[in-house]
């Protein structure tokens, strides 16, 4: 049996307002808290034990997943008292670890949408003897990443930060935020301060010779980190492009939860997610969107490519192209938000007031 280590502490803050009142992996996606869908994937790979390590809004996740049963897991949750970062996380967790010193434990970013092969990265790593492996992915536009080249056995030979030229992209190919450490490479992490994985305890392994060993694997991967992403990737788990045991539904252009209540004449296309209780108008057309719990538009909105949050109200008429729309927030007929406008949570636009506004 491999068990896991699931980072969920972060704030979320490139999401907001979607994070305002929720931690970014308890965000539905596909009808589901994102999160659902990496312990769905995790349990279909073979593991059984999950440790999350939480920090923001901690109290949110116990009372939705519990001891992970439902699951087919066991769950349990560590909370820092102050941020630790990525390598910090990992490490405050390792006594609920029930691991020997020479067995792999999976480490995943709560953030990321992929449709990695989990067996086949433990794989890896047993069958090359490394002290820890990577899941690396290839971008078409590395400038955004760290770069991890390697070499033809497939061994990191550097850990390189975001290239500022175009010398300086020598691989296409980053960290994709998974990983199987040896149970006892997370003993040597320092304990009671931050530590990041990518920045310290990553390239110190290879400092002191440590067998790092990266594995490609590109079939599907989305770092969620920012509203446009996070739309895309619920669009994606819907349409069925990025694979999930835990879609509450057959993939196709629409999923409408069983208290939804669309209109006959309403058209959801693109992978669109309604959520419980949320109400669809007549004549409504919403492209490629998610409209969260108890969300409500009315008659002839056009929403495309658009996050509508939980209890927000969006009137007849009114244009979304691209906004994101806090809980609870009423926006009201006849309106045209575009190219990225957040509204925080709670807001109100009257009815008319506003045709254009782009992201500042």
């Known amino acids: 049996m491999t068990e896991a280590i699931l980072l969920v502490g972060g704030k979320g803050t490139r999401l907001r307002p979607l994070t305002v009142h929720t931690p970014k992996p308890m965000v539905p996606a596909a009808g589901v808290p994102f999160l659902t869908h990496q312990l769905a994937r995790a349990r ?37 008292d102050e941020p630790l970062g990525t390598g910090g996380a990992i490490r405050n967790v390792a006594s609920r670890l ?40 290839k971008v078409a536009d590395p400038r955004a990443f760290g770069l991890v080249p390697t070499d033809g056995t497939g061994r990191v030979t550097a850990f390189l930060e975001k290239p500022q030229t175009p010398e300086e992209i020598v691989t296409d190919q980053i960290n994709a935020g998974a990983y199987v450490f040896d149970r006892s490479v997370i003993d040597t992490i320092p304990t009671g301060r931050p530590v990041s994985v990518e920045r310290e305890t990553f390239p110190g392994l290879l400092a002191d010779g440590a067998h790092l060993q990266g594995m490609v694997d590109s079939t599907y991967w989305l770092d969620l980190g920012t509203p446009h992403a996070f739309v895309r990737g619920s669009a994606d788990l819907v349409l069925g492009r990025a694979p999930s045991p835990a879609v509450p539904g057959r993939c196709g252009d629409r999923l409408v939860l069983d208290t939804a209540d669309v209109a006959p004449d309403a058209k959801l296309t693109g992978g669109t997610a309604v959520g419980a209780r949320a109400r669809i108008g007549a004549g409504a057309r919403i492209d490629g969107s998610t409209v969260l719990d108890g969300a409500v538009v009315e008659q002839g909105a056009r929403v495309h490519d658009s996050l509508i949050g939980a209890g927000a109200h969006i009137g007849a008429r009114t244009v979304l192209e691209g906004a994101v729309i806090g809980d609870g927030a009423r926006i009201g007929a006849d309106n045209e938000l575009r190219d990225g406008i957040r509204v925080w949570c709670g807001a109100e636009i009257p009815a008319a007031s506003v045709r254009f506004s782009s992201d500042q």
């Open 44 to 80: 279909a790979a073979g593991v059984e034990h999950i440790v999350l390590a939480t920090s923001y809004l901690a109290e949110v996740f116990e009372p939705y997943f519990g001891d992970g049963s439902s699951l087919g897991l066991h769950l349990e949750y560590v909370t820092e």
């Open 98 to 137: 029930h691991s020997a010193p020479g067995d792999p434990v999976l480490v995943f970013n709560g953030d990321i949408l992929t449709g990695l092969d989990i067996g086949a990265l433990v794989d890896t790593h047993r069958t090359t003897g490394a002290d820890v492996s990577l899941h690396l992915t």
